[in-house]
């Protein structure tokens, strides 16, 4: 059984080397890697070609003239795609030496999409993150859309069949939230599902970007447009859920901005807050908080469960 990994690289000299480091010692061997250099103008490309050269692996590199966003390079990857199942990695992240070989063990059993935990930060003092359990592409549908379970690429192994039989694809030019439309579809036409628990993945969770920058409208515009990519297939109640799910970030501030956007944005789903039954007891009651423009609220949360609890207690 083939494996198609499929990497998008944009401006990421500095870590790359470690991300094809992981790539070179996975224990899993019968595997293509394909990397779509999308015109960083630094010094990746020549890492990938060096690699592609001397690391013995069935390497693919496509190289882009013009840089397209992380989209479109993925589609092109998959355009170039062999493999019998699909998986994704992002260019500044750590694959576990055994992802490979632990998810194509699960596909025997021949499953359409095989899932796993993962590791918040690259260190080895990360923070395991454990994914929710299911059983059916309904059940695992159910936690995505409500917040229970997150739709990163980097967490799933797909069928190639199912992707290509149903068309999916990313929609070039719209970055944010690109995962969770394709990965949504994925589901909502899997047949069978298995989830490992097992942290094969480490995500790089450094950001310096602002809550208000990463919500600018610009980037909520590309948002909706993802998710109008999906939002017809799914049920009402789904949907509302999606979309209170994808603005709780706002809620994760001090800055009463962040919280009037939260209110503004999708307003239709704010008489359901606090709804969700897969949501913990505390998320619910920030969520009603916030319908009420309970705004002191809100913030007392945000100091006492995000920067003291998860910030120190946690850390």
């Known amino acids: 059984m083939k494996i198609s990994l499929v990497i998008p ?10 991300t094809l480091e992981s790539i070179r010692s996975q224990s899993f061997r019968d595997f293509e890697v394909i990397f779509v250099e999308d015109a960083g103008a630094d010094g990746s490309l020549a890492l990938l070609e060096a690699f592609r050269r001397d690391s013995g692996l069935d390497c693919k590199l496509i190289a882009l003239e013009h840089n397209g966003g ?7 990857a998959l355009d170039a795609a062999e493999g019998e199942y699909l998986a994704f990695a992002d260019a500044d992240d750590l694959l576990d030496p055994e992802m490979l070989s632990c ?25 395991y993150m454990r994914q929710a359990d299911y059983s059916t592409p309904a059940q695992a549908l ?11 690429l980097w967490l799933f192994l ?6 290509e039989q149903n068309r999916i694809r990313f929609k070039d030019g719209y970055d944010l939230g690109e995962d969770m439309q394709f990965i949504l579809r994925c589901f909502l036409h899997a047949g069978s599902t298995v989830q490992l628990h097992k942290s094969l993945y480490r995500w790089n969770a450094v950001s310096s970007t602002s809550i208000s920058r990463s919500f600018a409208p610009e980037k909520r515009a590309q948002i909706e447009t993802n998710l109008k990519e999906v939002e017809g297939e799914l049920d009402p109640a789904a949907v509302t859920e ?14 009463r901005n962040d919280y009037e956007t939260w209110y503004s944005w999708f307003p239709e789903a704010n008489a359901h807050a606090g709804e969700g039954a897969s949501l913990p ?12 423009r309970c705004w002191t609220g809100v913030r007392l949360y945000y100091y006492l469960i995000h920067k003291f609890v998860y910030g120190i207690l946690y850390r």
């Open 9 to 18: 690289v944009y401006k990421a000299e500095k870590t790359l080397p470690a």
């Open 70 to 76: 992380a989209a479109a390079a993925r589609n092109k």
């Open 103 to 127: 998810a194509a063990l699960a596909a025997a059993g021949n499953p359409d999409i095989v899932g796993w935990d993962w590791t918040f930060g690259l260190t080895k003092d990360g923070r």
């Open 142 to 152: 159910e936690k995505l859309t409500g917040g229970a379970m997150r739709w990163n």
């Open 158 to 163: 797909v069928r190639r069949s199912l992707v």
């Open 242 to 255: 999606l979309k209170l799910y994808l603005k709780r970030p706002l809620l994760i501030s001090a800055d």
């Open 281 to 292: 007891f505390h998320t619910r009651i920030l969520q009603k908080m916030a319908a009420r």
